[in-house]
């Protein structure tokens, strides 16, 4: 079974401008997760899908991130314009059924310089 | 904030068996206790889940009392491969309908030493 794939896995830019990062969940799953991990941190939640809809966004910083899952499928999460704190490890889970069991990408290091 | 308290290091000679202990005083009726484990340059990955006793699995073992304040991962005999982070969660309703958070504190980094 394919896991769940992201890209790119890194990526450097410089602040004001803008970035997206791509998702593509395991095949079936419904629910969709965008996490922010910064250095020496845990990941945190910035939003969760539940097939094509927003379930929880409320950590999402939504005057400059915001996110997509058309059709219920892949999702991509868009930074604009990205800030020197952007800097982080950003991580799609998906899961099925259970919440507590989601699977990681391998997530996409963004540098913002 | 994570409602999960954790040591942030552990040490381990190799073939040991390493104990990582989680507190939660505050955990819901409904919630589980789970487990991921996180290498560098990789996203978290689950490794067990539990909600009151006893459950092992081909990874890990994780010991709940009955009062559920408190969680230990075991890993038998340890290797070089198990140094990563573990984290402790505890699930928690989210503010949507439908929403259920995994909150990640910073773990335990734990280091297995040859």
């Known amino acids: 079974e394919a896991g769940v794939a992201q890209s790119p896995r890194y990526k450097i830019i410089e602040k004001r401008q803008s970035v997206a990062f791509w998702c593509n969940p395991i095949?079936?799953?419904?629910?969709l997760y965008w996490y922010q991990q910064i250095l020496g941190q845990g990941p945190k939640l910035l939003i969760q899908?539940?097939?094509?809809?927003?379930?929880?966004d409320s950590q999402l910083p939504k005057d400059r991130f915001s996110a997509e899952r058309l059709k219920g499928v892949d999702s991509t999460l868009k930074i604009q314009p990205a800030k020197l704190e952007d800097s982080a490890v950003y991580l799609c889970?998906?899961?099925?059924?259970?919440?507590?069991?989601?699977?990681f990408g391998p997530g996409t290091r963004l540098t913002v310089t | 904030l994570a409602k999960t308290t954790q040591p942030i290091s552990m040490d381990s000679y190799e073939g040991q068996e390493v104990n990582i202990t989680c507190s939660h005083n505050?955990?819901?009726?409904?919630?589980?206790i789970t487990w991921y484990q996180q290498f560098p340059s990789q996203g978290p990955r689950f490794i067990i889940q539990?909600?009151?006793t006893k459950v092992t699995n081909e990874v890990a073992s994780l010991f709940i009392p009955a009062d559920r304040k408190s969680s230990t991962l075991s890993l038998p005999r340890v290797s070089l491969s198990d140094t990563a982070v573990y984290y402790c969660?505890?699930?928690?309703?989210?503010?949507?309908?439908?929403?259920?958070?995994?909150?990640f504190g910073k773990g335990t980094k734990l280091s297995v030493i040859p």
């Open positions: 889970a998906s899961s099925s059924g259970l919440p507590e069991e989601q699977y």
């Open positions: 095949s079936g799953h419904a629910t």
């Open positions: 899908f539940q097939n094509n809809g927003v379930v929880d």
């Open positions: 505050n955990i819901a009726t409904n919630d589980y």
């Open positions: 539990g909600y009151k």
């Open positions: 969660l505890v699930g928690e309703r989210g503010s949507g309908a439908g929403s259920y958070q995994l909150t």
